[in-house]
């Protein structure tokens, strides 16, 4: 039995396909929460999904066990599902997919996905991800957008994002990316940035600032009312909660005071700087050395 199992085979055109992973590329939740936000407002459906067990190592990417309201007790796997929402006006018609980053067999994996891609007449690839940065949560959310193509297709010609010069490590966006390319399909990457000090589950105001960068690539209308009021209460409570953290407060200054020259310049450091100067802040909150001082404690 193939590992892509279908419930539907709808009929899209002039499709743009999103897509985003939880993991490593979706910090605060923010990247899938962004495409579910989407999908539950505009009642996409769910027409096929990915079995997880050739991708997955489950000692690293383990079931949930969760509580029913029924009593019962529910297991669930990691998820990789596509959802489908066609255009009444003979706009673009979108194709959604939110899984989670495989641990096995990308090529596999990917390969599955072209095959859905490859059905749904996908003029354009969108990947949404989010990371941690060294960004202030007193600033407005930073999302950078990406693309290798200087022309991602007709309706598309205002959004002229960046060429990526990141060398490194890859994820399984740049992997499908370069999968899709192989038919000639133009992809675009939106990144959220989220403060990397702040543990929080969810971040909205991120969201909120991702879906406000995706609506120029669709014709879906969305409404982001009750978003931008959840952003605003996290935000409130966040002020509160870091209100007497003053070493967190003084890291905040110097993050904001580069955050301003960046948005002024148009230009950001190089990560090597952000380690740095993390790591120079956090020397300077523990204070000067002893140089007797072993490790040891014996008292």
Not at 129 to 158: M, Q
Not at 224 to 245: C, I, Y
Not at 249 to 271: A, M, N, T
């Amino acid at each position: 039995m193939s590992a892509l199992q279908y419930t539907e085979h709808p009929f899209l055109t002039n499709s743009v396909f999103l897509a985003a992973w939880g993991g490593w590329p979706d910090a605060a939740e923010s990247a899938t929460r962004s495409l579910r936000e989407l999908a539950r407002q505009i009642s996409a459906t769910k027409f096929a999904s990915i079995d997880p067990e050739e991708f997955y190592d489950f000692g690293e990417q383990r079931p949930v066990i969760s509580n029913e309201s029924d009593g019962s007790r529910k297991l669930s796997w990691p998820k990789n599902e596509f959802y489908y929402w066609k255009a009444d006006d003979g706009g673009r018609d979108l194709l959604i997919f939110i899984g989670i980053e495989p641990n096995l067999k990308w090529r596999t994996y990917t390969d599955l996905i072209h095959k859905v891609v490859s059905e749904s007449d996908t003029k354009i690839l969108v990947t949404v991800g989010a990371l941690l940065d060294s960004v202030p949560h007193t600033r407005s959310p930073r999302v950078t957008g990406s693309s290798l193509n200087p022309d991602l297709g007709p309706g598309f010609e205002h959004i002229k994002y960046v060429i990526p010069n990141y060398e490194g490590p890859s994820g399984i966006t740049s992997v499908l990316m370069d999968r899709l390319s192989e038919d000639t399909i133009p992809s675009a990457s939106i990144w959220g940035h989220s403060p990397h000090y702040l543990q929080v589950a969810q971040n909205p105001t991120l969201t909120h600032a991702i879906l406000s960068e995706l609506q120029q690539f669709i014709s879906a209308p969305i409404d982001l009312t009750k978003l931008a009021e959840e952003a605003g209460e996290f935000d409130e409570n966040l002020v509160r909660a870091l209100a007497d953290q003053q070493e967190i407060e003084g890291y905040v200054k110097r993050l904001e005071e580069r955050y301003d020259s960046e948005e002024e310049f148009h230009q950001s450091p190089e990560p090597a700087a952000l380690v740095q100067e993390l790591e120079d802040f956090l020397r300077q909150q523990r204070g000067p050395e002893d140089p007797t001082d072993d490790g040891d404690n014996d008292d």
